[in-house]
């Protein structure tokens, strides 16, 4: 089985896996890391949603041999240790989760985002696609803006 080098929430990791297989899988199952939840499995739903060198990715459409010496990002690394992430912060103060199995992706999803347009517009936050099942749309849109604010 091949074996796939790459950088994982800001530390190297080594896994044996085979080369078709989801990003996703090596993160949950062979590598213990849980926020990237599955929920469609072609990227439609994308409550799976994570970075790979940066830029938004679903990893259940991502096989792991394109990560290979790359930087995948997950939710898990985007805090800087007890500092959570501006976009993290106002999803707290905006109470937006509620049954929270699409917030780490949306979160994953806001910050690469916020990394493109530093000041979105509705429209443009709008375009994110990532399924809220709770429907707390409006409540994501505001801490979008407030992470915005924030320089998030």
Known sequence: MPSYTFVLNGRSVQVDAPVDMPLL??????????????GCGV???RACTSHLDGAEIQPCTVPVQDCAGRSVTTIEGLADGEQLHPVQQAWLD?????????????????VALLRRTPNPTDADIDRIE??????TYFRIREAIKQAAAAGG
């Not at 899988?25 to 599955?38: A, E, M, N």
């Not at 905006?94 to 806001?110: E, L, N, R, T, Y």
């Open 94 to 110: 905006c109470d937006v989760a509620q049954c929270g199995f699409c917030q780490p992706g949306q979160i994953m999803a806001a």
């Open 25 to 38: 899988w090596v993160l949950r199952d062979k590598l213990g890391v849980t926020g990237p939840k599955y």
């Open 43 to 45: 990227g439609v739903c």
């Open 130 to 135: 990532n399924v809220c099942r709770c429907g």
